[in-house]
């Protein structure tokens, strides 16, 4: 029993921090507790040290981490993704000796494959340029996605690169540079995931999906095996004749013989649900054609709809446009019928400000009412993300491709005119 606990509270921990790592700063959790577990431990526990640091010495202590610390927290570093090869890695030189001899030739096939993978699309992910935009690249990136005039407005130039900002794109400050169809920066990969290996980072947590589910559920099963052989009558779900003591007693048993694979097959299974999770989420994303970036500017929308900040007014499909702010889209079938903005005062935008559109402005009360130019529907916006220069269909058997109103789980910032 003293062992299951050891195991429990030693794989818990690992899994905990890994949930408040992996989910603490999605738009959808913004205002949730799983959130504030986020910024306590990694932003609030820190300012609390330095404060205590600052009364008690002075700062020198902090001050003389202040390297490490902005290194860490401000710049690209490695450190995670040796963290998360060294689970893998360790979890597997615990597991495989044991579960080996114990296992049939298919099975020991499959086992390589899943084993295998994940270390390849971390490779690729990490690797892979993730759609660095640069002077020598950026007419071709200004060409890839028509702004959408709500989240992402022609004419402004990104205060550090000095250029213009295509749709779509986001400078990251941990990688110094601005990412075409910008999604997050991922700790797990050092790198950003963008245009150029959104991909990979898909079929990575797909892979650690598979590699954790069939570890687990592979270890489970051996174990369980081994306990039946001792115990004929035990089953894997308590049953009302055996006490929770006595059952756990006989996990502990089972555990303290295979201890490592134990180890290994409970921390498979708990952290499992959580990879999936987020690849789910990912996927779903995908399917609603934005990417976390933009699901965070929705969101914001979403709340300024809500308040009453946020207006549109048509836009005339022919109407003059500066091709040296605003170039085609060729391979885009659909461009924007309305500007969206967001105004401080809840009034209508300033006919002094120049906007682009023709008619009165009228309130957008609702994500529902508001139509997401760049989902192209699930199959074209996967066929978007896997395929660099994708070639989208004329449209005419589904006009604008399923471009589904958006009213559900979509996140946002504050986006006004200019971003």
């Not at 700063?25 to 330095?50: C, D, E, G, M, Q």
């Not at 070639?391 to 005119?417: C, N, Q, V």
């Amino acid at each position: 029993m003293d062992t299951l606990k050891k195991i429990l509270i030693v794989v818990l921990a690992i899994s905990f921090m890994v949930f408040i790592t992996f989910f603490g700063r999605l738009p959808a959790l913004r205002k949730t507790p799983i959130a504030w577990l986020y910024k306590l431990i990694w932003i609030h526990f820190p300012n609390l040290v330095s404060s205590i640091d600052q009364t008690l010495t002075g700062g020198r202590v902090t001050g003389s981490m202040s390297w490490i610390y902005n290194r860490l927290m401000y710049d690209r570093h490695p450190t995670i993704v040796i963290f998360f090869l060294l689970i893998m890695t360790v979890s597997e030189y615990m597991y495989l000796p044991d579960v080996w001899p114990k296992i049939g030739l298919f099975t020991k096939f499959t086992a390589t494959i899943a084993v295998i993978l994940p270390y390849v699309f971390l490779y690729l992910a990490c690797s892979a340029d993730p759609g660095y935009i640069t002077r020598e690249n950026h007419a071709y990136h200004m060409s890839l996605y028509p702004y959408d005039y709500a989240l992402f407005h022609p004419g402004n130039e990104c205060r550090t690169c000095r250029f213009l900002k295509p749709a779509r794109s986001k400078h990251c400050d941990v990688c110094k540079r601005c990412i075409a169809r910008a999604d997050h920066h991922c700790v797990f990969i050092n790198s950003c995931v963008g245009y150029g290996n959104h991909h990979w980072f898909l079929l990575l947590l797909l892979s650690t999906c598979v590699l954790a589910t069939y570890g687990g559920l592979l270890g489970l099963y051996l174990l369980t095996s081994k306990i039946k052989e001792e115990y004929p009558l035990w089953t894997v779900w308590p049953g009302q004749d055996l006490e929770f003591t006595e059952y756990f007693a006989v996990w502990g048993w089972g555990l303290h013989g295979d201890i490592r694979v134990g180890a290994a097959t409970l921390l498979a299974l708990l952290t499992s649900p959580l990879i999936w999770a987020l690849f789910i989420y990912t996927v779903f994303l995908i399917y609603c054609g934005t990417t976390t970036n933009e699901s965070m500017k929705w969101t914001d929308y979403k709340e300024d709809m809500r308040d009453g900040y946020a207006f549109r007014r048509p836009l005339a499909p022919n109407r003059p446009r500066n091709l040296r702010l605003e170039p085609l889209c060729p391979r885009w079938p659909s461009l924007p019928e309305h500007i969206i903005l967001a105004t401080q005062d809840a009034q209508p935008p300033s006919d002094q400000g120049n906007y682009p559109g023709e008619g009165e402005w009228e309130h957008v009360w609702d994500l529902k009412t508001v139509d997401n130019l760049y989902d192209m529907g699930l199959w074209h916006n996967l066929g978007d993300v896997f395929f660099s220069n994708y070639a989208f269909d004329d449209g005419t058997e589904e006009p604008l491709a399923e471009r589904r109103p958006r009213g559900r789980s979509i996140s946002t910032t504050k986006s006004g005119y200019p971003q």
